[in-house]
Each structure stands twice: as C-alpha cells, then as structure tokens.
C-alpha cells in the first residue's frame, strides 16, 4: 500500500494497525495537507443496509467539534478500498506515560482533565467511544491531549446485541461483527457479555485508564481473554492507595465510581 494513490491521497508511511484497520500516514495532493487515512474492513459494506448504517454513523462522528477530539475529514472509497480520512496528530501514546508506582497527582490531573472533558463532550452529541484505552489517547508536541477513533469501534459493528463473548471474542480482544467491540482489558462489564452500551461503558474504561495512570498496573488482569473478561465481571482491583499512597483520597472515590460494575451507579 506505501506509496500507492487511493483516490486524491499518496500513501507515505505506516502509522498502525489493529482489529479496526490499518492506519496509514497520507498526503491529500488536493489539499497539500498531510492526514490520517485508515482502511476500513470490507465487510462495513458488505450489504447495502451496512453500508448505509456505516455512512449514518461516520457523518454523526465527524459533526464532532472539539480540540481534544481527533477530527474525521472523510469517508470515501476508490479502487475498491473503503476508508477515512482524518486529522493527522503527531505525538507519543498515553501508554508511555504509565510509570512503575503511578504519576503524581499534578501529572495525573493534567491529563485526566482533558481527557474527560473530550469524552464529555462526545458523550453529549450521544457519540460512545466503545474503546477507550491509551493506544487511542496521543499527547501532541503541545501537550495536547487528543482522543483517537472515536466512533470507529460502532461503526465496525453490525449491530447492538451480542452473543457469548466466549465464543466471539478474537484473540486481540477485538470482534467487528457484533456487539462485543473493544480491547479486553479496557472492556466494560456490559461489553464484555456482549451487552448494549452507552456512555456509561465509556466511563468504566476511563476509569481504568485512569487506575493504570494512577497505579502503574491494569487493574484487571489474566492469562487469557476470557480470564481477562472474569476478572471484569467479578474481582474488585486493589484500592489505588494500596500502590500510590501520594494520591489524594478524592481521585480513589472517582475511580471506585468510574468502575461500579453496575452502570446506574457510574458518573453519566
């Protein structure tokens, strides 16, 4: 794909790729701009109602306007490729800011904040991010924090159900043809059985995201995906105190929250 032309966009480079499609560096020769160009698995529209759900879905995620929301510029297709086109951010993955002990508060705060207030935002156009982790969080060269692929996980699921995530689950934790979308360890107790979910999911992950910062350690852990998934739905994780004594009291009652096994008893 590296230096081929879908459409108007030179493909420099790649950036990543997963479950949800590669990810490629691109240059929008129309434009004269760089951007993100991701190419979307075939089966988003492998009948026309996909194809119209898909459309329906990315036009919603792309009215998205916020500075700590990555930006979908388009959806388009050429030489049998369906893909997006998106604001291109250079910068590190959240993930490399996990320490060994945990940040202090001052450093978990600057990126807690923005972090929240960018998924409030989405929350409040009805938009689930559906897999928050901190693979899909960059801090650009400004120390901006910007949230990747909103809405890129529904739009890669045919529908709202699910079935025994035991028998769906793929081994990178990540299913596009059903309910069950998102990485294991940052998976929500309703995902995880394959449940329907709303903002509320969001907010379990981020409460992970935000346990992992705090600590240094996913707070639900396993050998496998399923053990993974167990641990989700039964197991309470250490008090954030236990493995970052420096934290203050208040950020342990906000993550306690955040991962309340039952969704009525979260932040909405």
Do not use: W
């Given at each position: 794909m590296?230096?081929?032309?879908?459409?108007?966009?030179?493909?420099?480079?790649?950036l990543?790729?997963?479950g949800?499609?590669?990810?490629?560096?691109?240059?929008?020769?129309?434009?004269?701009r760089?951007?993100?160009?991701?190419?979307?698995?075939?089966?988003l529209a492998?009948?026309p109602?996909?194809?119209?759900r898909f459309e329906?879905?990315?036009?919603a995620?792309?009215?998205?306007?916020?500075p700590?929301i990555?930006?979908?510029?388009?959806?388009?297709?050429?030489?049998g490729?369906?893909?997006?086109?998106?604001?291109?951010?250079?910068?590190?993955?959240?993930?490399s800011?996990?320490?060994t002990g945990?940040?202090?508060?001052?450093?978990?705060?600057r990126?807690?904040?923005?972090?929240?207030e960018?998924?409030?935002a989405?929350?409040?156009?009805?938009i689930?991010?559906r897999?928050?982790?901190?693979a899909?969080?960059?801090?650009?060269?400004?120390?901006?924090?910007?949230v990747?692929?909103?809405?890129?996980?529904?739009?890669?699921a045919?529908?709202?159900?699910?079935?025994d995530a035991?028998?769906?689950l793929?081994?990178?934790?990540?299913?596009?043809s059903?309910g069950i979308?998102?990485?294991?360890h940052?998976m929500?107790?309703?995902?995880?059985?394959g449940?329907p979910?709303?903002p509320?999911?969001?907010?379990?992950?981020?409460?992970?995201?935000?346990?992992?910062?705090?600590?240094?350690e996913?707070?639900?852990?396993?050998?496998?995906?399923?053990?993974?998934?167990?641990?989700?739905?039964?197991?309470?994780?250490?008090?954030?105190?236990?493995?970052?004594?420096?934290?203050?009291?208040?950020?342990?009652?906000?993550?306690?929250?955040?991962?309340?096994?039952?969704?009525a008893?979260?932040y909405?």
């Amino acid at each position: 794909m590296i230096g081929k032309t879908l459409a108007h966009y030179r493909i420099d480079g790649l950036l990543g790729k997963g479950g949800m499609g590669e990810v490629y560096r691109a240059h929008d020769t129309k434009l004269g701009r760089d951007v993100a160009l991701k190419v979307l698995p075939p089966e988003l529209a492998a009948t026309p109602e996909r194809r119209a759900r898909f459309e329906r879905e990315a036009r919603a995620v792309a009215a998205l306007r916020h500075p700590g929301i990555v930006t979908i510029h388009s959806i388009e297709e050429a030489d049998g490729v369906r893909f997006l086109t998106m604001e291109l951010v250079d910068g590190e993955p959240l993930s490399s800011r996990v320490r060994t002990g945990g940040l202090d508060a001052e450093s978990l705060l600057r990126l807690a904040i923005p972090l929240t207030e960018a998924v409030g935002a989405a929350h409040a156009k009805g938009i689930t991010h559906r897999d928050l982790k901190p693979a899909n969080v960059v801090i650009d060269s400004s120390g901006r924090v910007m949230v990747l692929d909103f809405g890129i996980a529904k739009l890669s699921a045919s529908d709202d159900s699910g079935e025994d995530a035991e028998t769906r689950l793929q081994t990178d934790g990540i299913t596009q043809s059903g309910g069950i979308v998102g990485t294991v360890h940052y998976m929500s107790p309703e995902q995880a059985e394959g449940k329907p979910v709303d903002p509320r999911s969001d907010v379990f992950s981020l409460g992970i995201v935000l346990y992992e910062l705090a600590t240094g350690e996913r707070p639900y852990r396993g050998s496998t995906p399923i053990s993974v998934l167990s641990s989700i739905l039964r197991d309470d994780p250490p008090p954030v105190a236990e493995r970052n004594a420096a934290l203050p009291a208040d950020l342990e009652r906000i993550v306690r929250r955040c991962l309340a096994k039952d969704p009525a008893r979260r932040y909405a």
